[in-house]
């Protein structure tokens, strides 16, 4: 059958292959240890689900405005200035189904075909396959592990040309937790702004930080504000992924942009969820503090307990929930050639979920979800542990 070629650009998320054969051995009644999911294994907090619960009960389930109610879009702004300093306008905010969806319809607004999207690696799948979609390029900047994965203006600078429409940065970073220097990001913005290059700033992450390190958003900066687009999310942060609520801070012109797509695509984000979105970032924030010091637990042994198997390199994440540890001492051996033929045989034999490297751009590492309990990281990274042992 004769599809589109934008569909045959893009390929099923690598991410969820993983989970997939987990579930299907799971199925099979083995005990599997998952570490592949991106979501929070905590529940969505009782104040936000009461809040879902109330708006159905009042009968709150019609279209609303295509960019969302009001009140939520104040919420975002409001929450956004007391965090990060920043001062966006309620019309230069929109609410989409989850930070995907945000950031599906930036690339569909602003990305023109055969346009350069800069992505640095390691990156979130989604960020290539979307920029695939729209016919642009993906051109991907390779951070050093030896740097933690950070992103420099340095490393950037070549890259840039009179093509290049929009670069993306993702701190912290989904694989490998990297966090950036705050200095570094403004160094970043600057130089894009310089020579009007958008950079589109995926904030999933950004109350996930560790060490005592305050979050940041390149939103506060205002002198930056016309080539800064925020993506933004309530799905980790308030551990919401199935609600579906994200949104976009960005010139009036962009969110005009997105709600003339969006009024011709999905109409309005579930009224449902966009009240308990409302709940979540107006109500008490103290499941998010709780949340957050489990993370961090779970990091630091996470951390000790890989970095203990030999041959086991892995950069400290600063933030989000995953850890990115080099695994290439394993290959070559039992024909073990790389990270995907790693995770197959790590699933195969000691019946451990991981995602590859190279569903992230990178070659010699697998991703590691700690978003699931210590007994669950105890037996799955000692199973690791046997498993590079006896290979
Ligand atoms: C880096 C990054 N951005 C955005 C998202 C999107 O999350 P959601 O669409 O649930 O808001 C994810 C989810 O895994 C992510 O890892």
């Not at 001492?329 to 033929?341: L, M, P, Q, T, Y």
């Not at 699933?347 to 451990?352: D, F, G, T, Y």
Request: glycine share 8%; charged share 25%.
């Amino acid at each position: 059958m004769k599809l589109a070629a934008r569909i045959s650009r893009i390929s099923v998320s690598k991410t969820m292959a993983v989970m997939e054969a987990a579930l299907r051995l799971r199925e099979q009644g083995i005990d599997v240890v998952d570490f592949g999911p991106g979501e929070p294994d905590f529940p969505t907090p009782e104040n936000i689900k009461q809040a879902g619960i109330r708006a159905i009960q009042n009968d709150f389930t019609k279209y609303t405005a295509i960019g969302g109610i009001k009140e939520l879009k104040k919420a975002i702004v409001e929450k956004h200035a007391g965090d990060f300093g920043s001062k966006y306008d309620v019309s230069e905010c929109i609410v989409n189904f989850g930070g995907k969806h945000a950031l599906f319809n930036v690339f569909s607004a602003v990305v023109e075909e055969g346009d350069d999207v800069i992505i640095p690696t390691p990156y979130w799948v989604t960020f290539a396959d979307i920029a695939r979609f729209v016919n642009s390029n993906p051109i991907f900047v390779h951070t050093r592990e030896a740097d933690g994965f950070r992103l420099t203006a340095e490393l950037l600078g070549p890259s840039l040309t009179p093509r290049t429409r929009l670069v993306v940065v993702n701190s912290p970073n989904n694989p490998s937790g990297a966090v950036l220097d705050n200095d570094e990001f403004v160094r970043i913005a600057r130089l894009c702004s310089d020579r009007d290059i958008f950079v589109v700033s995926d904030e999933c992450y950004s109350h996930f930080l560790y060490d005592g390190r305050k979050p940041f958003s390149i939103g506060g900066h205002q002198e930056l504000k016309n080539h800064v687009i925020i993506a933004g999310s309530v799905s980790k942060t308030y551990a919401m992924t199935g609600w579906r609520i994200g949104y976009v801070l960005a010139a009036p012109e962009i969110i005009q942009a997105v709600i003339k797509l969006q009024s011709h695509s999905t109409s309005n984000p579930t009224s449902i969820s966009q009240k308990a979105a409302l709940e979540a970032l107006t109500g008490p924030q103290d499941s998010v503090g709780k949340m957050l010091a489990e993370y961090a637990k779970r990091r630091d042994f996470v951390l000790n307990r890989l970095r203990a198997i030999p041959g086991v390199r892995c950069a400290e994440p600063g933030g989000a929930f995953y850890a990115y540890p080099n695994i290439s001492a394993a290959f070559g051996r039992g024909s073990i050639r790389d990270s995907v033929d790693f995770s197959a045989r790590l699933l195969e034999k000691a019946h451990v979920a991981v995602t590859p490297g190279e569903a992230f751009g990178t070659t010699d590492h697998v991703r590691i979800s700690y978003a699931t309990s210590m007994e669950q990281l105890d037996k799955g990274i000692g199973r690791i542990r046997e498993f590079m042992e006896f290979l």
